[in-house]
């Protein structure tokens, strides 16, 4: 039986769950940004107005407004859009148990045993579930349809907003194989200039290269990317009731001996940082915030916490917000028994806070993710000490000697 795969987007969820509160503002550019009084702030968001005048997500807020002159600013509540995102999620369960959250506004459904009991086809499915959306909230959404999930992806982004788009076995090949490699999912721009090397431009070209040949030259991940081009992924749409809820994801360590000053704060931090940072990308999620506890030799703690300007899995971004957290509210002078980092507000690892692939998957933070998923691979092959940090090697810390003190745990 042919699989039928809905992948619901949320169209510029954050900017238009804003805009509910804020009628008054629907014909004028919007952006929800991280700091609107900080001019170093970045656009977690933007509505169709200010995408229009050119306004990117991630851009720094003095270039939106240069762009925009217009454009009106507006805090996140973040408690609103998990309020939407549930609200959203429990209409997707009318239509089917086989709900799977991708991101904060994105979700994939399997209505393959649906299709009968509510006499539609898929794309009649698709169109009322954006219907009664829209007429119980307000938003709207972009629907892709397909046979495998990552196809169903890719619709949901050909045509926004509030579409929906079937890319079904007799039109894949002319909708999706003539597209540059780039828009593959999973395919980041480092990933993409190693296949124009390989002499790969396009989806197509990509789906009718040796599979071989792309795993040779990209490991797991050419053999990877070349399924999802020919449409041969064939993995399940999960049950909404088994989903995960992890809250946190932190590390923390007990050293052999008390961290003294700066440095050795510094040291300490990095290394928790990488682990911390590794297990969310194991586990397909990103961190919205850091928390910090510190513990001195009398056992006194000190917690603190910060919100990040959008979420992250990167080790030198949880580095830096832990660092800063230690910077404000500890003398170095004083002695440190124990560090924790806890990634808390987490969020399902895709389009975080509206986020786009292209500025992912750009400049340093691609390296950055290059190289932490290189780490990955090869902790994974020879264990979690065959790599680490040349400031840590030969430590009197105990960081890296995976010693029974070290401390992991998830909070639910």
Request: charged share 30%; net charge negative.
């Amino acid at each position: 039986m042919e699989r039928w795969i809905l992948h619901c987007d949320m169209n510029s969820f954050y900017a238009s769950v804003e805009l509910l509160s804020h009628p008054e503002l629907l014909d004028r550019p919007v952006a929800v940004c991280g700091s609107p009084k900080d001019r170093r702030g970045i656009v977690l968001a933007k509505n169709e107005i200010a995408k229009k005048c050119g306004v990117k997500t991630a851009e720094t807020i003095w270039s939106a407004e240069r762009k925009c002159p217009g454009l009106v600013l507006l805090p996140p509540h973040y408690d609103r859009y998990d309020e939407y995102s549930d609200i959203v999620n429990r209409i997707y369960i009318r239509y089917t148990d086989l709900v799977e959250p991708f991101s904060i506004d994105e979700s994939w459904l399997d209505v393959t045993g649906s299709l009968e009991h509510f006499g539609k086809s898929a794309v009649e499915l698709a169109d009322e579930i954006r219907a009664v959306v829209t007429d119980e909230t307000g938003l709207t959404l972009s629907i892709g349809v397909s046979f495998n999930k990552i196809f169903a992806k890719m619709g949901s982004d050909y045509k926004k907003p509030d579409a929906t788009t079937l890319i079904d076995r007799n039109n894949y090949k002319d909708i999706l194989w003539t597209m540059p490699a780039r828009h593959l999912f999973f395919v980041g721009a480092v990933t993409a200039e190693k296949l124009k090397g390989m002499n790969i431009h396009t989806i197509g070209d990509l789906a009718q290269a040796d599979p071989a040949f792309l795993t040779e030259a990209l490991g797991k991940h050419g053999t990877q990317l070349y399924t999802y081009a020919n449409g041969l992924d064939d993995s399940p749409v999960a049950k909404y009731s088994e989903r995960r809820a992890v809250k946190s994801v932190g590390n923390g360590i007990t050293f052999k001996r008390n961290l003294t000053g700066r440095d050795d704060v510094r040291t300490a931090l990095k290394a928790i940082a990488d682990r911390v940072a590794g297990r969310l990308r194991a586990q397909g999620m990103r961190a919205g915030g850091v928390k910090l506890d510190i513990k001195d030799p009398g056992f006194r703690v000190i917690t603190r916490q910060l919100q990040l300007d959008r979420p992250t899995d990167l080790a030198a971004d949880i580095h830096n917000a832990a660092m800063d957290l230690a910077e404000r509210n500890w003398r170095f002078e004083d002695p440190i028994r124990l560090l924790t980092v806890t990634a808390i507000n987490l969020q399902d690892d895709a389009q975080d806070e509206q986020l786009s692939f292209d500025m992912l998957d750009s400049g340093d933070e691609e390296q950055d993710r290059a190289m932490e998923e290189t780490l990955d691979s090869i902790r994974r092959k020879f264990g979690r000490h065959a790599i680490v940090f040349g400031s840590i090697v030969d430590n009197d810390l105990g960081i890296s000697s995976g010693r029974r003190e070290d401390i992991e745990y998830e909070e639910r």
